[in-house]
């Protein structure tokens, strides 16, 4: 049973030193996909992907229009809270103090 919700996907690859990755709200370009649509990507043959899409992403400088891809077709962004989220490499912020 796949969820539509918070499951994270790796990040894209490993920090480097002094860097983390951190989970944040995409930009304006990426929304939720619209209900009912498929995923564009095309997968072997040239054929569409087909998937339910998940997210979706703002194309074209003139005519605007949306592209709908699934999670795997959604150069990693994901759902959280309703909201397109994607992975941002910032500055270690430093030290923290241990949680407990
Ligand atoms: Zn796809």
């Given at each position: ?5 918070a499951?994270?996907p ?5 920090a ?5 990755w ?12 619209e209900?009912?649509r498929?995923?564009r990507?095309l997968g072997?043959g040239?054929?569409?992907h087909?998937?339910?899409a998940a997210v979706?992403?703002l194309h074209?400088?003139?005519r605007?229009?949306w ?20 992975w941002v490499?910032?500055?270690?912020p ?7």
């Amino acid at each position: 049973m796949e969820s539509m919700t918070a499951e994270r996907p790796p990040v894209p690859y490993p920090a480097p030193p002094g860097d983390v990755w951190v989970a944040e709200e995409a930009g304006p370009d990426w929304q939720p996909a619209e209900a009912g649509r498929k995923c564009r990507a095309l997968g072997p043959g040239g054929t569409a992907h087909g998937a339910p899409a998940a997210v979706r992403q703002l194309h074209g400088l003139h005519r605007r229009v949306w592209w709908q891809f699934c999670l795997q077709h959604g150069e990693g962004h994901w759902i959280e809270d309703g909201k397109v989220m994607q992975w941002v490499l910032k500055d270690e912020p430093g030290p923290q103090p241990p949680e407990s």
